[in-house]
């Protein structure tokens, strides 16, 4: 059983800055890949950026070049540092946390809320 527990989220100005982090508690008995999704109101969930056992990443188009992901295992926690944020980035983050070599649920934080309006 593992759990996700989000922070970092908040009410930040257009061209501002935000860190989140997601912090593990739990067994994490093999690799796993970490990421990080959002959801607006009215729209679906979507894939922000993720990071793989091996330090590897994906973006989402609308995030690259303004987002980072990081993860630090001792610590089992991954972070997303956010730039030059957008209004369009206002949304709820969600931590995920995927096994990569064995058949598994994923598993999902809470959400921690980000808006970033004037």
């Known amino acids: 059983q593992v759990q996700l527990v989000e922070s970092g989220g908040g009410l930040v100005q257009p061209g501002g800055s935000l860190r989140l982090s997601c912090a593990a508690s739990g067994s994490i008995f093999s690799l796993v890949t970490m990421g990080w999704y959002r959801q607006a109101p009215g729209k679906e969930r979507e894939l922000v950026a993720r990071?793989?056992?091996?330090?590897?990443?994906n973006y989402a188009d609308s995030v690259k070049d303004r987002f980072t992901i990081s993860r630090d295992n001792a610590k089992k926690t991954v972070y997303l540092q956010m730039n030059s944020l957008k209004p369009e980035d206002t949304a709820v983050y969600y931590c995920?946390?995927?096994?990569?070599?064995?058949?598994?649920?994923?598993?999902w934080g809470q959400g921690t809320q980000v808006t970033v309006s004037s």
């Open positions: 995920n946390l995927k096994y990569e070599l064995i058949t598994a649920n994923d598993y």
């Open positions: 990071i793989g056992s091996g330090g590897s990443a």
